[in-house]
Antibody
Framework: QVQLQESGPGLVKPSETLSLTCSVSGGSFSSYYWSWIRQPAGKGLEWIGRMYNSGNTNYNPTLKSRVTMSLDTSKKKFSLKLSSVTAADTAFYYCARESYSSSSWYFDYWGQGTLVTVSS | QSVLTQPPSASGTPGQRVTISCSGSSSNIGSNYVCWYQQLPGTAPKLLIYTNNQRPSGVPDRFSGSKSGTSASLAISGLRAEDEADYYC???????????FGTGTKVTVL
């Protein structure tokens, strides 16, 4: 049974860097993309970016200048850093595994999500 | 920053069929596969449909997906109380080199 668990500070000050980690258990870490997705309370989903274990990354163009993702394959963890945060970055942050089948990729496992609030 | 457009709400009585549309463009739905996710209140999204019309193991066959051109649809037949949730479509966008999600549709069982 694959499980993903986000962890990190729930409160970040404006202009600082948001840092989150996703721990993966119960499955392989290779041959998948690992993504971050966020959702402001009461609003829709926004894809932040993804990383493959080869180091290949794709980032949302609107966030690209502020986003850094990394993988620790040995520990089965992947991380998100979002710099220069503002109140607009307040949201639930989800990590998700992206699998490939039937010629397409899709998010098949999600973490439970963690709320990050940007406030002084 | 949603690029895929969905109706904000849909509703039906138990047993009815409900359909949710997802409208995109040639750079996303028109050239890539569509997925659908169900988000029950207070929980993380869950994969419902992938590759336009495939159901993961455990998803009831009451849920079905289709795609035509730059639009996709999710149908829920035999609507049940536990289907009350938010539903999102998603697709890769070649112009953005990233995923785009739909605006989301809240399904209410009357």
């Amino acid at each position: 049974q694959v499980q993903l668990q986000e962890s990190g500070p729930g409160l970040v000050k404006p202009s600082e860097t948001l840092s989150l980690t996703c721990s993966v258990s119960g499955g392989s870490f290779s041959s998948y993309y690992w993504s971050w997705i966020r959702q402001p309370a009461g609003k829709g989903l926004e894809w932040i970016g993804r990383m493959y274990n080869s180091g290949n990354t794709n980032y949302n163009p609107t966030l690209k200048s502020r986003v850094t993702m990394s993988l620790d394959t040995s520990k089965k963890k992947f991380s998100l850093k979002l710099s220069s945060v503002t109140a607009a970055d307040t949201a639930f942050y989800y990590c998700a595994r992206e699998s490939y089948s039937s010629s397409s990729w899709y998010f098949d496992y999600w973490g439970q999500g963690t709320l990050v609030t940007v406030s002084s | 920053q949603s690029v895929l457009t969905q109706p904000p709400s849909a509703s039906g009585t138990p047993g009815q069929r409900v359909t949710i549309s997802c409208s995109g463009s040639s750079s996303n739905i028109g050239s890539n596969y569509v997925c659908w996710y169900q988000q029950l209140p207070g929980t993380a999204p869950k994969l419902l449909i992938y590759t336009n019309n495939q159901r993961p193991s455990g998803v009831p066959d009451r849920f079905s997906g289709s795609k035509s051109g730059t639009s996709a649809s999710l149908a829920i037949s035999g609507l049940r109380a536990e289907d009350e949730a938010d539903y999102y479509c998603a697709a890769w966008d070649d112009s953005l080199s990233g995923y785009v999600f739909g605006t989301g549709t809240k399904v209410t069982v009357l």
